[in-house]
């Protein structure tokens, strides 16, 4: 579990980074990012409903995903509120692909 200082709460963050945060597209994900007046960062994971219907799945993705937050922290860069959006399932077993797109996700993040 991602600490809970890192953990992006409340709906009104969530709301202004969709609207006035940077979008980075990778195949099936959306990063968002919105630079924030302290040098904290915190991090949400969300889902298109449709696209993720069993909650089964979301969770298998959000745990994964959360996971491999953890062991790139150091590489995030701080000062920023990001939001994780999954559009569509990842091709392949997610074991192996997804950690290669969010490798791809946190490059373009960085260069914003």
């Known amino acids: 579990m991602l600490e809970r200082h890192n953990r992006l709460r409340g709906k009104q963050l969530f709301q202004e980074i969709f609207t006035r945060g940077k979008k980075v597209f990778v195949p099936g994900i959306t990063g968002f990012s919105l630079p924030l ?65 969010l490798n791809q996700l946190l490059q373009s993040l960085t260069k914003i």
């Open 37 to 101: 007046k302290d040098d904290t960062l915190v991090i949400g994971v969300t889902f298109k409903q449709k696209a993720f219907p069993k909650a089964i799945t979301r969770h298998q993705y959000k745990r994964r995903t959360m996971a491999w937050v953890r062991t790139h922290l150091a590489e995030l860069p701080r000062g920023r509120a990001m939001v994780i959006h999954f559009s569509q399932p990842v091709l392949g077993r997610v074991t192996e692909s997804l950690p290669k797109l």
